[in-house]
């Protein structure tokens, strides 16, 4: 497993790879995959229990689901978010983020321009990731940021400060590339891209989008496979099976098992 450290010392060698995990059987298929981070995002708001948008998840819910991919990911960088409000004051960010590491996550991700929250975790021994761009917890439409000349610079001081701040890395969502450039040029830190351009240090995905189990997914995913066609063929298969009764056959019933020796 690579340490918050050495995911940091990857800047200019090595491009990192991070997918969104939230439950044990996909967890342990992604730990064999060799990728550097395992995210337990609060999209699993929206990507696995239905919300409209990410700010319904609570620090209950991400401890649950954190578990669940703690139990299956024994190889890879687990990294957890902090869901909307948690770390809305030094005090409270402290003692949610060590909620989140006594459940299993090696660090923690936030939304924002909140450098003074991520250098208060980082005093006290936190590995934090920040995340600007697109902030989805508190944004009022899902559209690209920073395309005018004005909010792209707020964007880039924002990253700045963040790496500055002692983040070990930065999320950039939903921004131009040319932008996305700018600011890894700018930080000594990886930047972590999605809807950002090829130019990043590394690029994230939602696993659910990139495994297309939904018809629909934003245009810079790339769809490694198609679970919902799977899914769906499998579950229609399977109902004409049980009503036609040729589920279960004979090889499926009565089986005796024999001991071995
Ligand atoms: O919660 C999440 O999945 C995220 C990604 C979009 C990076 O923050």
Request: glycine share 10%.
């Amino acid at each position: 497993m690579k340490t918050a450290g050495q995911i940091r010392q990857m800047k200019g060698q090595a491009k990192v790879a991070m997918l969104t995990v939230y439950d044990y059987p996909t967890a342990c298929i992604l730990d064999r995959c060799d990728l550097d981070i395992l995210f337990v995002g609060d999209t699993l708001g929206q990507v696995e229990l239905g919300f409209k948008r990410t700010s319904a998840v609570t620090i209950e819910m991400m401890l649950h689901h954190l578990g669940a991919v703690r139990r299956g990911v024994g190889e890879t960088h687990l990294l957890a978010d902090m869901p909307y409000q948690s770390y809305a004051k030094p005090q409270r960010a402290l003692q949610n983020a060590r909620k989140l590491l006594d459940a299993g996550a090696d660090s923690v991700k936030l939304e924002g321009a909140h450098d003074k929250i991520v250098a208060h975790l980082v005093d006290r021994g936190i590995d934090v990731v920040g995340h600007v761009g697109l902030l989805p917890q508190t944004a009022r439409r899902y559209v690209r940021q920073g395309t005018k000349e004005k909010s792209a610079e707020r964007i880039l001081k924002q990253a700045v400060r963040l790496a500055q701040a002692g983040c070990y890395a930065v999320v950039l969502e939903h921004m131009p590339s040319k932008l996305a450039r700018e600011i890894t040029e700018a930080v000594l830190v990886p930047t972590i891209g999605i809807g950002a351009g090829p130019d990043c240090d590394g690029q994230v995905l939602v696993v659910n989008d990139m495994l297309g189990l939904f018809e629909h997914a934003p245009y810079y995913v790339k769809r490694y496979a198609n679970l919902f066609e799977t899914i769906l063929k499998a579950g229609e298969v399977f109902g004409q099976d049980v009503k036609s009764g040729s589920y279960p056959s004979e090889e499926f019933y009565d089986r005796v098992i024999k001991r071995r020796g």
